[in-house]
């Protein structure tokens, strides 16, 4: 894959993380019965991140969790092929029964992630509401979702790649568009 462009670099990543922190405070009025769940894997960073935010906007913190998708993927054998899918577990540190779930994503595409997601989390409980907060939103929705919060909008083709780079993984923060 050959790199485009490079449509947000650290800064722009920290605004707009920034500005979904005080998107999702201000529609929850607060942070009272609501917790950020990250999918694995760079969901979880950029929840993490939010949390941070969200901590030192309103004084308290807001609990983390993380999940797994692997097995709720609608895809699971055409991804796998003929490999044993690597299970990475979920942990969810509280009772998400009447919470108000806030899944956090990388990038938002087919929507394929998104619902199998909701699927895991329904699975371990019944919240009172799913929210959906993604750093990119690139379009090309196979499901009807879509985002309550989104960092950037990035209209893609279907030739094109949105690739994310998070310090944690791979040591920069970056979003950049690659040509398949």
């Given at each position: 894959m050959k790199e485009k462009a490079i449509v947000l670099d650290e800064q722009a990543i920290r605004r707009a993380l920034t500005r979904i922190a005080h998107e999702i405070i201000e529609r929850n009025k607060g942070i009272e019965n609501c917790l950020l769940v990250g999918i694995k894997t760079r969901g979880i960073y950029l929840a993490d991140r939010l949390a941070e935010r969200i901590e030192k906007i309103e004084g308290k913190p807001i609990p983390v969790g993380e999940i797994d998708i692997t097995l709720y993927r609608d895809d699971l054998t055409i991804k796998t092929s003929n490999h044993e899918p690597q299970l990475h577990g979920s942990n969810i540190p509280v009772d998400i029964t009447n919470q108000t779930v806030i899944l956090v994503d990388d990038v938002l595409y087919?929507?394929?992630?998104?619902?199998?997601?909701?699927?895991?989390?329904?699975?371990?409980?019944?919240?009172?509401?799913?929210?959906?907060?993604?750093?990119v939103d690139r379009g090309h929705r196979e499901l009807p979702i879509r985002a309550d919060f989104v960092g950037k909008n990035i209209p893609t083709s279907s030739s094109e790649v949105i690739v994310v780079e998070l310090k944690e993984v791979d040591s920069l923060d970056q979003v950049s568009i690659h040509e398949k």
């Open positions: 087919t929507g394929r992630t998104v619902r199998a997601a909701m699927d895991a989390i329904m699975d371990i409980g019944r919240p009172a509401q799913i929210q959906l907060a993604v750093l």
